[in-house]
């Protein structure tokens, strides 16, 4: 969601979404599809492929999606490790 959220106008394809957020293909796309099922997500067929390549899905947040989105609180930063005190 949050990678979505960066620009909501923007179709990605979940190729790349994959590559950003770090999920492989068999976890994203199940994913994706219940969003786009609760109605958090608009999803179409690319109209004009790449030479040589079949059409690939599209998805975007939908406006249900983008106040979604807005009410994610942000991720917290990671914390380095202390040490316990006394210890060297």
Request: glycine letters at 12%; charged letters at 20%; hydrophobic letters at 40%.
């Amino acid at each position: 969601m949050r990678s979505l959220a960066v620009d909501p106008s923007q179709w990605r394809h979940g190729y790349e979404l994959g590559q950003e957020v770090g999920l492989k293909a068999g976890s994203l796309y199940p994913i994706l599809m219940r969003l786009a099922d609760r109605g958090l997500l608009v999803s179409q067929w690319e109209t004009v492929p790449p030479p040589g390549r079949p059409p690939r899905h599209l998805y975007r947040l939908s406006g249900a999606g983008v106040r979604f989105a807005a009410g994610i609180a942000p991720r917290p930063a990671v914390q380095p490790r202390r040490q316990p005190r006394g210890a060297w």
